[in-house]
């Protein structure tokens, strides 16, 4: 059963923030980034079961080559998937946690 994708509204400024990061240190260096985390999100969502759970029903993805996890969860009662956060592997999980 495919999966519908969903996100929280601060998923969106995750990203942006990550984005504006990686910008400042190298050119084209964000689209980089944007596309691994792109990359990573459309494997997710082909094989959601296939990431253990972490914490509260959560499973973290990870992009190939930056060191950030997708926080999620599977929502199979709405066939959804939902992001929760995508944060850099040293910040604490508490992040995601708090917006559940």
Do not use: C
């Not at 519908?4 to 980034?33: C, M, P, S």
């Not at 691994?36 to 082909?46: E, G, M, R, V, W």
Request: hydrophobic content about 40%.
């Amino acid at each position: 059963m495919p999966y519908i994708l969903t996100y929280f509204n601060e998923t969106k400024t995750d990203v942006r923030e990550a984005k504006a990061w990686y910008r400042k240190r190298q050119a084209g260096l964000e689209k980089r980034f944007a596309d691994a985390i792109k990359t990573a999100i459309l494997n997710l969502q082909q094989q959601p079961f296939s990431y253990a759970v972490r914490y509260n029903n959560i499973r973290i993805a990870h992009p190939k080559t930056f060191p950030f996890g997708i926080h999620f969860y599977i929502d199979e009662t709405n066939g959804q998937i939902v992001i929760v956060a995508v944060i850099h592997n040293k910040r604490h999980p508490n992040i995601a946690q708090k917006r559940l």
